[in-house]
């Protein structure tokens, strides 16, 4: 009985390990991928709502229930240049993201439980600003 117990014991020890080792298997064969070439998109929470396009990069806003979110994307990644981003709520005030980057501003985040909001973003002097939106 004793032997019949313990054989039974190792084989689900030994199916867990298995299964364990599997997953890791995929995990590591999957990696996390390529770069994704638009991994902005997940820097906010949200939907993207607009995308504003200039000579030198783009703005995009993202809204979920409470919160609009902003980010401003380089059009050609690589030196550190001058960028900024901002986003403000009707009736308050902005949140602001600017400095020297590589690739991106932002993002910034602001509480816009039916509010409406404006945005603005710049790479190297060049940029975008919506009018009121998402009201």
Known sequence: ?????????????????????????????????????????TACPGRLVKTMTFATGELRVYKNRQYACAVTVAKKPGARR??????????????????????QA??????????C????GAVAGRGASTGWILC
């Open 1 to 41: 009985m004793f032997h019949g117990v313990a054989a039974a014991r190792t084989r689900r020890l030994l199916t867990q390990v298995l299964a364990v080792l599997v997953a890791a298997g995929f995990l590591v064969l999957a990696g996390p991928g390529a770069p994704r070439a638009d991994a902005a998109a």
């Open 117 to 120: 909001v404006r945005a603005s």
């Open 106 to 115: 932002g993002p910034v985040t602001v509480h816009a439980l039916n509010r």
């Open 82 to 103: 001058a960028m900024s981003v901002s986003v403000q709520p009707r009736g308050g005030r902005a949140a602001v993201d600017a400095g020297a980057f590589t690739r």
